[in-house]
């Protein structure tokens, strides 16, 4: 039956102005927390900055094969096997053994439990391929070892440019990957789009590396450049410290040099490490290598065991914080180069936004006019539901700080057409009804009820489409469908609650009469 209780009215009128008053947080500053709260702007409407990154993979094999020679020499010296010769070029690995042991190297590559060389049962593929030719084996990363690889690369890379973005404090970025190679990077409202590209650009690996006067090195020497050109210094490849070993690195004023230093402090195996070193190379200069650049070279005066120094190297404070950024952050896998570039300025996404909100306020007038001439009261009772809707949705994007795009705008529109329809459904399934029924009371409840599988229906479907583009979409699609899929939950409980009120309220003071609608 048209029946609501007191509770009923109290709750529907609470919710409706709980939402009402935080999107009426969008258009004035409070302090207050939760009126604080605003719906974001994507790219499209307050520009900013759109990257695509391209993984550069081939240092990354390089390294993988470095590493595979130590792996390959251990694990055969385990097995009484000896193997010479390595040599890496445009990146196959090539080694070879005793004439005796060629087939056993053979078979422990080639098996399909084969510990030296995994094998993936899911795609029937070996890691490693290798061949052999006369004396000499091959070895280079398999069709499936190269995917996985980039995979691997893509996942870890992904993680670094999220945590850099996000310490430099970037509003609702949109970080996405593309193919098994690429990253794609959206920054709405950045006003510095050369320092993220600064920032990305940078692969940050770190290491401190003893400086040598001479060119015989057991683990074999490097002839490196500082940073700024000044000085070309040979030191060991042999790397004393990592910067995965870093807990934290932070910008400071040096008191008494009155210069900016960047501080560390490192895990405890980084300072066990560090503190042996510094205790062995007193006297020594250590380097501070940054992506194959020396940023500073100090001499070690004493033994650091605190697990704690500073790097110094001229720097402002703005380098220096962006230094310390980039190793709290950690070193990407591989190299990123930018491969596609695009500047959205904000006077272009104010044109978005002022065209999207005219089609919203024409659409919404002719909507309302029309359901007016229509439906006279009860259209008066759409439209104010409409509005309702419509602010209850803004409600609820404001709550949970959602990023409004161009598309996000479409699918509100979208929203108030469902709504609209929904209510057609009702008042004409109530006509109906009138024919046949004189009591206005049951006529009307009859409408609802008998409405209510057609509008569900229909909801329900559209809801089902928009979970499918949200999950399986992105970007601006992600922005269309999460509006659509709030928009139809505002639309039932606004159809269901607030109009339903409303028509009550008028139905039962005017049940006599002969025509309601």
């Keep these: 039956m048209l029946y609501f209780s007191k509770l009923r009215i109290f709750f529907i009128t609470l919710i409706s102005l709980f939402f009402i008053v935080i999107a009426s947080s969008n258009f004035f500053k409070s302090n207050n927390g939760l009126l604080n709260k605003k719906i974001n702007l994507g790219l499209d409407l307050q520009g900013g900055s759109y990257l695509l990154l391209e993984i550069d993979n081939d240092p990354v094999i390089e390294q993988k094969l470095q590493n595979l020679t130590v792996t390959i020499k251990n694990y055969f010296k385990d097995k009484n096997i000896k193997i010479t010769n390595f040599k890496i070029n445009e990146q196959t690995l090539f080694f070879s053994t005793n004439k005796n042991f060629q087939q056993i190297v053979l078979d422990e590559f080639q098996a399909e439990d084969s510990k030296i060389n995994p094998y993936y049962q899911r795609f029937k593929s070996h890691q490693l391929d290798i061949k052999q030719e006369d004396d000499l084996f091959k070895v280079s990363y398999s069709k499936q070892g190269i995917i996985n690889l980039k995979t691997s690369s893509q996942d870890q890379a992904l993680e670094i440019v999220r945590r850099r973005i996000d310490e430099i404090g970037t509003n609702e970025p949109n970080i996405l990957k593309r193919g098994n190679d690429r990253i794609l990077v959206e920054l709405p409202g950045l006003d510095d789009p ?71 402090s490192l895990d405890r195996v980084g300072a066990k490490r ?134 996000g705008i479409a699918g509100i529109i979208l929203t108030v057409g469902m709504a609209v329809d929904a209510n057609v459904l009702i008042f004409e399934r109530i006509k109906e009804e009138l024919k046949d029924e004189k009591n206005n009371l049951i006529a009307f409840d009859s409408g609802y009820v008998k409405s209510r599988t057609a509008i569900l229906d229909a909801n329900i479907t559209t809801l089902l489409a928009a979970f499918i583009l949200f999950f399986m979409g992105s970007g601006p699609i992600k922005g269309f469908s999460l509006t659509l899929g709030v928009g139809i939950f505002t639309t039932l409980f606004s159809v269901y609650f607030i109009a339903r009120l409303l028509t009550v309220l008028y139905v039962s003071k005017n049940k006599d009469n002969k025509r309601l609608i």
């Design 274 to 407: 560090f503190g042996k070193a510094t205790s062995n190379g007193i006297g020594k200069r250590l380097a501070i290598v940054l992506d194959g650049k020396i940023i500073s070279a100090p001499v070690i005066r004493d033994t650091i065991a605190t697990g704690s120094g500073q790097i110094s190297g001229g720097f402002t404070f703005q380098s220096a914080t962006d230094l310390a950024l980039l190793l709290r952050s950690g070193a990407l896998p591989a190299p990123l180069n930018i491969i596609e570039e695009r500047t959205v300025g904000p006077d272009l996404g104010q044109d978005s936004i002022r065209a999207g909100m005219i089609a919203l306020i024409i659409g919404f007038i002719l909507v309302i006019l029309f359901i007016f001439v229509k439906y006279k009261v009860f259209g008066a009772i759409t439209n104010i539901t409409l509005v309702l809707n419509l602010l209850i949705l803004i409600g609820i994007l404001t709550l949970f700080e959602a990023t409004l795009t161009l598309p």
């Design 194 to 264: 050369l320092r993220i590209k600064s920032l990305l650009g940078k692969t940050a690996n770190l290491t401190f590396r003893f400086v040598t006067k001479s060119n015989q090195d057991s683990f074999g020497v490097d002839k490196l450049e500082f940073e700024d050109g000044s000085e070309e210094v040979i030191v060991s490849k042999r790397i004393v410290l990592s910067g995965d070993n870093l807990l934290d690195a932070q910008p400071r004023m040096n008191s008494e040099t009155n210069e900016t230093v960047v501080t560390f």
